[in-house]
């Protein structure tokens, strides 16, 4: 059975740090492509970061510096570090496995998610 | 950044009502459009892909249809279980997709 199990939320003060883990079972995720999605509270869903099979990365713009993504194959997690935290970073973040249905780079879903963790920045 | 925009932001229906949700995009994404389905404080679920064809799993009662620009998801007898958000998303610019602004399904 699939299955995505974040940790590492919790309260923290603007300009602290974080690191977020992903543990999964039932798939290999060094061999899939991994993300990040936050949702603040109340508002809608953002990809924050991606991790490729090669070990490529993408950050979006709002976290672009301060966070990186990344795995560990021995213990089957993908991490999220989280530096120089803003309020605007409140949110409760997933992490999720990126299925590619078609043949070429482009066409996927995110099939299996975690069930959540969240983190709020605030003094 | 592609731009998805969803109409309406929310919507009061009954049991056994068709549902319509509508999502845009700024540019043509051919078909590389899902749909998810989010309860409050669970994770999003996914509906559709590709446009239409639909998750292993999920009732036949959903469907989605669209591509190019302009996308939809129907709900054809709404059941007590799918009152949610539902939230469409592209992956035609990897890998920056991007989440319409989500649709509000409530209880009339």
């Known amino acids: 059975e699939v299955q995505l199990v974040e940790s590492g939320g919790g309260l923290v003060q603007p300009g602290g740090s974080l690191r977020l883990s992903c543990a999964a079972s039932g798939f290999t995720v060094s061999s899939n492509f991994m993300t990040w999605v936050r949702q603040a509270p ?14 490529s990365t993408y950050y979006a713009d709002s976290v672009k ?22 309020a605007e970073d409140t949110a409760v973040y997933y992490c999720a496995r990126d299925y590619y249905y078609g043949a ?8 299996y998610w975690g069930q959540g963790t969240l983190v709020t920045v605030s003094s | 950044d592609i731009q998805m925009t969803q109409s309406p932001s929310s919507l009061s ?30 994770a999003p679920k996914i509906l559709i892909y590709g446009a239409s064809s639909l ?12 591509s190019g620009t302009d996308f939809t998801l129907t709900i ?14 592209q992956t035609y610019t990897t890998p920056t997709w991007t989440f319409g602004q989500g649709t509000k399904v409530e209880v009339k």
């Open chain 1, 42 to 55: 109340g508002k809608g869903l953002e990809c924050v970061s991606f991790i490729y099979t090669g070990g």
């Open chain 1, 65 to 86: 510096g301060r966070f990186t993504i990344s795995r560990d194959q021995s213990k089957n997690t993908v991490y999220l570090q989280m530096n120089s935290l803003r």
């Open chain 1, 104 to 111: 070429g780079p482009l066409g996927s879903y995110f099939d």
């Open chain 2, 13 to 42: 229906a009954s049991v056994r009502d068709r549902v319509t949700i509508t999502c845009r995009a700024s540019q043509s994404i051919n078909k590389y459009l899902n749909w998810y389905q989010q309860k409050p404080g669970k």
């Open chain 2, 55 to 66: 998750q292993s799993g999920v009732p036949s009662r959903f469907s989605g249809s669209g």
């Open chain 2, 76 to 89: 054809t007898s709404l059941q007590p279980e799918d009152f949610a958000t539902y939230y469409c998303q």
